[in-house]
T-cell receptor
């Protein structure tokens, strides 16, 4: 299994809603990442989990809350989002070494209304 | 100065020709370098990674790294219309490297490549 699976593929939510994005990998990777990508822009790193511990938070607003229940799962909890948070949210994983390629999931297209 | 710079294009190349994509980076201590292909509306797909000076070949793709010049390139030989996409250069910067821990990637803005039939 060489895939990173993200659900849901599409999500529309209101500004008062609470929702969660899910990411799963079974490659034995010990590092998992959340990226945000706006249209015609490159992916921007949000969070890094290494061995199930949060190692990097790129100054992301608290309305985004990551969680890593185990080494295969990564969640992103969303609350009180703004329309400008609408974007493609990408999960990625890698072996916990700087030189090994990152594998991206297919992403969740989020629209905040 | 932006950390990873690419010409946004579009770069138009005739089918069958060599497409040359370039990237420069500012962090001299950067450890590893990646090329991703992204089709519109899809997630990035890893094409090549390189971390030693010189060339690395994989099929029609060749990545070239020159750390002294802080320059990475991707050559696509025998370009096909299906190669039309945005190509993202990504760098694993030294400033985040934590001696064995995981690091995120910093991406350039991408080069939009069009292969003309």
């Amino acid at each position: 299994d060489t895939e990173v699976t993200q659900t849901p593929k599409h999500l529309v939510m209101g500004m008062t809603n609470k929702k969660s994005l899910k990411c799963e990998q079974h490659m034995g990777h010990r590092a998992m990442y959340w990226y945000k990508q706006k249209a015609k822009k490159p992916p921007e790193l949000m969070f890094v989990y290494s061995y199930e511990k949060l190692s990097i938070n790129e100054s992301v607003p608290s309305r985004f809350s990551p969680e890593c229940p185990n080494s295969s799962l990564l969640n992103l909890h969303l609350h009180a989002l703004q329309p400008e948070d609408s974007a493609l949210y990408l999960c990625a994983s890698s072996q916990d070494r700087r030189n090994y390629g990152y594998t991206f999931g297919s992403g969740t297209r989020l629209t905040v209304v | 100065q932006k950390e990873v710079e690419q010409n946004s294009g579009p770069l138009s190349v005739p089918e069958g020709a060599i497409a040359s994509l370039n990237c420069t980076y500012s962090d001299r201590g950067s450890q590893s370098f990646f090329w991703y292909r992204q089709y519109s509306g899809k997630s990035p797909e890893l094409i090549m990674f390189i971390y030693s000076n010189g060339d690395k070949e994989d099929g029609r793709f060749t990545a070239q790294l020159n750390k002294a010049s802080q320059y990475v390139s991707l050559l696509i030989r025998d370009s096909q219309p299906s190669d039309s996409a945005t190509y993202l250069c990504a760098v694993n910067p030294a400033r985040r490297y934590s001696g064995g821990g995981a690091d995120g990637l910093t991406f350039g803005k991408g080069t939009h490549l069009i292969i003309q039939p």
